[in-house]
Nanobody
Framework: QVQLVESGGGLVQAGGSLRLSCAASGRTFSDNSMGWFRQAPGRERAFVAAANPNRAQTYYSSSVKGRFTMSRDKDKNMLYLEMTNLKPEDTAIYYC???????????????????WGQGTQVTVSA
C-alpha cells in the first residue's frame, strides 16, 4: 500500500521553528515531484512548496519564501519541511503529497498530486 505519513507538527510560539517530516512507504517516490500544502480551518487547501525529483527546482509560496525550506532524502524516502520564524497565520494542517515526475511547480494546483498523507497539525500562538 502506497502511503505518506507526516509528523513533527505541534504547538509553537510565534518566531519559533518546527521541522515536519513525511515518510513514504509502499514504493519509492524518488522519481516524483513532491509538495507541501496546508489547510487552515474554513479555508481551502493552499500550496506551500514543491520540488522536482532531482531537486534542481524548488518553488515556494510567497507567504513562506525565506522562512520555510523543503528538502528530501531519496535514500530514506523522506521529505522534510523546515519552518522558521513561524507566524500565527501559519497555523494549519500540513500535508505532503506526491505528484508526477514532470510537473510545473508553479501550478499550485493540489489536483496535480495523486498521493496524500493524513496531515499534521501546526499551531502557532501569538
Amino acid at each position: 500500500q502506497v502511503q505518506l505519513v507526516e509528523s513533527g507538527g505541534g504547538l509553537v510560539q510565534a518566531g519559533g521553528s518546527l521541522r515536519l517530516s513525511c515518510a513514504a512507504s509502499g514504493r519509492t517516490f524518488s522519481d516524483n515531484s513532491m509538495g507541501w500544502f496546508r489547510q487552515a480551518p474554513g479555508r481551502e487547501r493552499a500550496f506551500v512548496a514543491a520540488a522536482n525529483p532531482n531537486r534542481a527546482q524548488t518553488y515556494y509560496s510567497s507567504s513562506v519564501k525565506g522562512r520555510f525550506t523543503m528538502s528530501r532524502d531519496k535514500d530514506k524516502n523522506m521529505l522534510y519541511l523546515e519552518m522558521t520564524n513561524l507566524k500565527p497565520e501559519d497555523t494549519a494542517i500540513y500535508y505532503c503529497a506526491a505528484g508526477p515526475a514532470i510537473l510545473d511547480l508553479t501550478s499550485r494546483n493540489p489536483d496535480r498530486y495523486d498521493v496524500w498523507g493524513q496531515g499534521t497539525q501546526v499551531t502557532v500562538s501569538a
